[in-house]
Structures are given as C-alpha cells and as structure tokens.
C-alpha cells in the first residue's frame, strides 16, 4: 500500500500502545475492501470474514467497499465465503463498487450505500489479450464465457433481475448512482449517517 494507514494510541496495560486502526476495525466486526482486488487482498478478507465468524456465529460482520473491482477469481473466493458462512454479512458501498466489486457490494444479506455511492457492472473484460493458437484462443473464449454466465447469474440471484436483464445491462459498462443501485435491485437503502458496529 503506498498510503499511510493511521494507528489510535491507547492506554494498556504495559503503557501507552500504538494500535493500527485496522485492528480496531476488526474488533467491531467491520471489514474495509479497498482498491484492486488481488488474490493478496481477497486472502486478507477472507481470513477476517472467518475469524469473525469462528468468534461469533451468526453476529452481522460489516464490509465497507471502495473497489474498481479486479480478479474474478479472488473476488468469486470472497463471495463463496460471504455465502458460506453463518454470520451475516452487511456491505456498504463508500465511493464505487465497480466490476467484481459490483457483484461482492450486490451480495450482501444488507446492502447499503452512501449518497454519493456509485455501482458499475459490465461483462468480465479480457486480461492481457487473448493470443495463441486456435484452440487456446477458443479455450480462453470458453472460459470467459463461463465466467461471464457465473457472475450474471449471482447479480441477477441479488438483484432480483432475469439472467436475460443482467446480459443486456452487462454488455456495456452500466453505472448506477445511489438511487439507480437502489431502483435496479444492487443496493438495499442509500445513507447519509453510517450505522457503527459495537466497539
């Protein structure tokens, strides 16, 4: 990461103790997914969603989303997570859920969005060209088309949509503001105050 993640002084007891305020986060059962998602990333999510499951089953866990989406495949191992654990999980879309980020913000069992939120889904693009022979360019086309079936079938699952609708707004880049996420099934409510988990 190449910004400066803050860190809370408190009181312990072997004396005053810099705490990164990710960890402080974490204790309140609140998750941050934030930037590309890598399988680096997903892996860090991954193991805090479990944690917070193993600690309290079936406690809401709370994931806030600021994403321009990435790796299909790290983000699908996210939502097979959110999808097998007991614990609810709440997301909350702060700035954009673009592309997988999309799919993970439209799976929550709560899905919120501040005012100024914006949500993007569109088909899943081709990373690092498609070249080769004519059977490994067919092969790649095949497994794009895959996933492009498994990631419209889940927003149109969420979203409460035909499999038909989601093909159609996904063929393009399709963005929503607050409201639109709202109206189109993404998003659950827009917000203006954040609801805190406990401390």
């Avoid at 941050?32 to 944690?51: C, K, M, N, P």
């Avoid at 917070?52 to 699908?76: K, N």
């Avoid at 007991?86 to 501040?114: N, W, Y």
């Avoid at 086309?141 to 492009?148: G, I, N, P, Y």
Wanted: aromatic fraction near 6%; hydrophobic fraction near 45%.
């Amino acid at each position: 990461m190449n910004y400066y993640i803050p860190t809370i002084i408190r009181e312990t007891s072997e004396g005053m103790a810099r705490i990164p305020i990710a960890d402080v986060m974490l204790q309140r059962r609140e998750i941050w997914l934030t930037g590309e998602i890598t399988s680096e990333l997903a892996d860090a999510v991954i193991a805090q969603i479990l944690h917070l499951d193993a600690e309290e089953p079936g406690e809401e866990i709370t994931l806030y989303i600021d994403s321009p989406g990435g790796s299909v495949t790290a983000g699908l191992a996210i939502y097979d997570v959110m999808q097998a654990v007991s614990s609810k999980i709440r997301t909350v879309c702060i700035g954009t859920a673009a592309s997988m980020a999309a799919v993970l913000f439209a799976a929550g069992d709560r899905r919120e969005i501040l005012r100024h939120g914006e949500v993007m889904i569109h088909d899943p693009l081709v990373s690092g060209g498609i070249s080769g022979s004519a059977l490994a360019v067919q092969d790649k086309s095949d497994r794009l088309m895959a996933k492009r079936k498994v990631l419209c079938g889940i927003l149109a699952q969420h979203a409460g949509k035909t499999i038909k609708q989601i093909y159609k707004v996904t063929a393009k880049d399709s963005w929503y503001g607050a409201e639109e996420a709202v109206a189109f099934g993404l998003a659950d409510e827009v917000i203006s105050k954040l609801e805190r988990s406990r401390a």
